[in-house]
């Protein structure tokens, strides 16, 4: 479980979560964010992804609180799931806690399942179904790998690999 | 014989328990161009789907020979290395997968050599031109948010680029204006040699008008009911496919 929270104390302060978190079997991954905006024209991004395979399971549980003296603050949440089968969960547990009238909040959350139709395109291109799979959870995770330093992005690639290569046989 | 590259024999197949295909016959060889036409539920994309083994149908009886090879029960990716390539009605959406990266991707699978990477996007450039596809989609994630028209333009450059010995078309000119039909048949026309074949599926007969097809089959209820020339497109163009049912 990781909870990162960011308290907005100062007028004018950001923050920026970015976080994914892939799940297989018999794990339950927990994760999420906290931000207490707590002066005027604060700001924070949320941008979580998860990836649940063999029945794995996934958590986003997250807190927004935007305080009254928080004017001209702005929120925006964006979490989206991928379930490589039909036995992992995902869960999302977002609590928005807006106590002004003068925010500008978004909440997006997206779930969805790697469909039989996409990896058969795939597939015709010559694709094993193991590299279908890696290549749809790989360009799931691009927006997050793209942010990341280039040795650590190439780390993120193999390990995604990797975990796929246990998900069959 | 060394110039045929597929024949389909006795082929029937179900989906969800319903029979679709009642016995297919189909021999194409290297050089020619086929067309089936059909009505709506006739089982045209169910014998392309059926051609790259696709899970969701299933084959009760028949074969598939292809370039030499029995590959009725061949999975799909070693159906599409062996040198089969489809174009899809309705591609599919892969976020944060460049058209680049794909086709690179890909073409590696397909060849089993590892990609030279400024030949390639050379040859990728002289291509989109060709199509008047904008470059700037090269970096675009692939289908996602193209036009109907890009994403029909888009399965042929992956055509010219995979350079398949079979190539099948379903439904590759439905939904098009008449400027990217032609851009279509120019692609085709560009992928044709005498050592590959093409068989296009279609509901209508705007594609013929702008390509010179050798064979043209007409598909009812699961069977090929006529085989003809050009000429037959033509009869069917003017009467429909009520005679035949």
């Not at chain 1, 920026?16 to 931000?35: C, P």
């Not at chain 2, 969800?16 to 021999?27: N, P, R």
């Not at chain 2, 073409?107 to 470059?135: A, H, Q, S």
Request: aromatic share 6%; charged share 25%; hydrophobic share 35%.
């Amino acid at each position: 479980m990781l909870y990162p929270m960011s308290i907005l104390n100062g007028e004018g302060a950001k923050t920026e979560f970015t976080g994914i978190s892939f799940a297989g079997k018999g794990q339950n991954l927990d994760n999420g964010f906290k931000v207490i905006h707590n002066a005027k024209n604060t700001s924070s991004i949320v941008n979580a992804k998860s990836i649940s395979k063999n029945g794995g399971k996934c958590t986003y549980r997250s807190l927004v609180r935007i305080e009254e003296n928080a004017k001209n603050s702005k929120s925006s949440v964006s979490c989206e799931s991928l379930m490589l089968d039909d036995i992992s969960i995902s869960d999302t547990i977002p609590v928005n806690d807006i106590r002004t009238d003068d925010v500008e909040f978004s909440h997006e959350a997206k779930i969805g399942k790697i469909s039989d139709k996409t990896i058969f395109y795939l597939m015709s291109r010559g694709l094993s179904e193991e590299d279908a799979k890696a290549m749809i959870v790989r360009g799931f995770a691009y927006p997050i790998s793209k942010e990341l330093p280039v040795e650590y992005a190439v780390e993120m690639n193999n390990l995604i690999n990797l975990e796929l290569e246990g998900a069959i046989g | 014989m060394s110039d045929q590259l597929l024949e389909i024999k006795d082929l029937h197949v179900k989906a969800e328990d319903k029979e679709i295909l009642k016995g297919i016959y189909l021999k194409i060889n290297k050089g020619e161009i086929h067309v089936i036409m059909g009505p709506n539920g006739s089982g045209k994309t169910t014998t392309a789907n059926a051609i790259l083994n696709n899970p969701v149908y299933h084959k009760v009886r028949g074969s598939i020979e292809f370039d030499g090879e029995n590959i009725t029960n061949w999975k799909t990716d070693e159906i599409a290395r062996r040198g089969i390539f489809m174009s899809f009605q309705l591609p599919e959406e892969i976020p944060g997968v460049s058209v680049t990266n794909f086709l690179k991707y890909a073409k590696n699978k397909v060849t089993g050599r590892p990609v030279k990477i400024f030949e390639f996007k050379d040859e990728l450039k002289k291509y989109m031109e060709e199509l008047n596809m904008n470059p700037k989609n090269m970096e675009r994630s692939l289908n996602v948010g193209f036009s109907g028209g890009e994403k029909k333009k888009n399965e042929i450059l992956q055509m010219l680029v995979l350079n398949p010995k079979l190539a099948i078309l379903d439904e590759t000119d439905s939904g098009l204006d008449v400027d990217a039909i032609k851009t279509v048949s120019k692609g085709i026309e560009m992928f044709k040699n005498n050592n590959n074949a093409v068989l296009i599926i279609t509901h209508n007969t705007k594609i013929l008008h702008s390509l010179k097809v050798d064979y043209v089959h007409v598909l009812v209820d699961g069977k090929i009911v006529k085989t003809g020339n050009q000429n037959l497109a033509k009869e069917i163009e003017e009467n429909g496919y009520a005679q035949y049912k």
